[in-house]
């Protein structure tokens, strides 16, 4: 029984650790962009929650711990105990999953993606040369944002003039004068 309850007790500390310490959501950080507005993702980067996240693991080995204690008290043998307690963690792991899946998907995000821009027009905040990065400025999504830019044409694109965005790259916008 001390096995049981010592595995709970651990599994305890472990979900309560995470839960006021972590930092548990699937998300690739590696996506993120460095745009001049630090708001750019490539894709959809929505926070999730995984069926392997700390928090359901350790939901299933608690959950466990304690159903398996709970049946060697009442007089079961190890491996009863055992299958009760796999049984029970698994259900708890499973609610705590979908508890969290909830959660996770009431949350909100300023998150502008960089290809809601493209066939936006936007106004050249600084001079666009060719081979040379210039700044624009458009209302994307609701917000106003800033952008480095490229220019498909083959002369400058002085600030001031209104752009359309018809490509990206990376970050970057690539624009042509309207």
């Keep these: 029984m001390l096995i049981f309850i010592s595995i709970a007790l651990a599994s305890f500390i472990l979900l309560a650790g995470s839960f006021f310490f972590g930092h548990d959501h699937d998300t690739d950080h590696a996506d993120a962009g460095h745009g001049t507005d630090g708001h750019d993702l490539s894709h959809d980067a929505d926070p ?14 608690m959950g466990f711990g304690a159903a398996g204690a ?11 105990s055992s299958f009760v307690g796999l049984a029970s963690g698994i259900a708890l792991s499973l609610l705590m999953y979908f508890i969290l899946g909830l959660i996770y998907r009431q949350q909100a995000s300023s998150i502008v993606p960089t290809s809601s821009a493209l066939g936006q027009t936007g106004i050249v905040q600084t001079g666009i040369s060719p081979g040379v990065l210039g700044e624009v400025s458009l209302n994307v ?12 044409a083959a002369t400058e694109i002085p600030k001031g003039r209104t752009v359309k965005v018809v490509g990206l790259i990376g970050s970057q916008l690539v624009v042509e004068e309207v």
């Design 141 to 152: 999504g609701g917000q106003y944002m800033t952008y480095l830019a490229k220019s498909t």
């Design 70 to 80: 709970i049946a060697r008290a009442y007089g079961a043998d190890y491996l009863v």
């Design 48 to 61: 999730t929650i995984s069926f392997f996240s700390m928090k359901v693991i350790a939901t299933l080995t």
